[in-house]
């Protein structure tokens, strides 16, 4: 079983541009989650969806956005980047809900110049 | 809200003895999960295990545990015989038993292991 990919595992970018990363989930798994980590806020909740909507989100500006396909696949786009979004981010993938495990991809590594 | 604290940034062990991390957690709910994440250099987050709170029972996985004390909101995570594999960064996450799938982490805690 394919685990979650995530696309590119690196980006550079400058102040002022747009970005979208791609997060393909597990197959079956419906919830997809973002994380920021970074050396100084640690990993931080960005959102959750699940079936096409967004279930939570967490305390981002609104430059940071979502969305989820109807294959479960998810993007997030960050617009008008500043120097502080440089981060590792992260997809998780997991079933609906209760204990199941959030199984994690390798991150996107973002850096903006 | 939910805040999880690990207090101790660093840690090293020798390989094959024991370790004990620690992990703390304020919260009002009373049904909810807790799990302890590691993360090695390559930075894939991988669970090495998950603590449902309704069970009094303590987790085990193989050379890990935890001794979960609900009502002190502490969740410490202990690894026997230490391996070099077991170096990486360990992350105490809780998350809520209703609806959505949102982690809150801990700070992180490195883990060292010498040879």
């Known amino acids: 079983k394919a685990g979650v990919t995530q696309t590119p595992r690196y980006l550079i970018k400058t102040r002022g541009q747009q970005v979208t990363l791609s997060c393909s989930p597990i197959?079956?798994?419906?919830?997809v989650s973002w994380y920021q980590q970074t050396p100084g806020q640690g990993l931080q909740f960005l959102f959750e969806?699940?079936?096409?909507?967004?279930?939570n989100k967490g305390n981002f500006p609104g430059r940071f956005s979502g969305r989820q396909f109807s294959n479960s696949r998810s993007e997030m786009n960050v617009s008008t980047l500043e120097l502080g979004d440089s981060a590792l981010y992260l997809c998780a993938s997991s079933f609906t809900s209760g204990p199941n495990e959030q199984f994690f991809g390798p991150g996107t590594r973002l850096t903006v110049l | 809200a939910q805040t999880v604290t690990q207090s101790q940034p660093e840690m090293s062990v020798q390989e094959a003895e024991t370790v004990t991390l620690s992990c703390t957690y304020d919260?009002?709910?009373?049904?909810?999960?807790l799990f302890w994440y590691k993360q090695p250099p390559s930075r894939q987050m991988i669970l090495v295990i998950r603590q449902e709170a309704y069970k009094q029972q303590n987790a085990t996985e193989n050379r890990f545990s935890v001794n979960f004390q609900k009502a002190a909101k502490s969740f410490s995570l202990k690894i026997s015989d230490s391996q070099l594999g077991d170096a990486a960064m360990y992350f105490c996450?809780?998350?809520?038993?209703?609806?959505?799938?949102?982690?809150?982490f801990g700070q992180g805690t490195r883990l060292t292991i010498n040879p």
């Open positions: 996450a809780y998350r809520t038993a209703e609806g959505a799938q949102k982690l809150v």
């Open positions: 919260t009002s709910e009373s049904d909810y999960y």
């Open positions: 197959s079956g798994h419906r919830s």
């Open positions: 969806y699940f079936s096409e909507t967004q279930r």
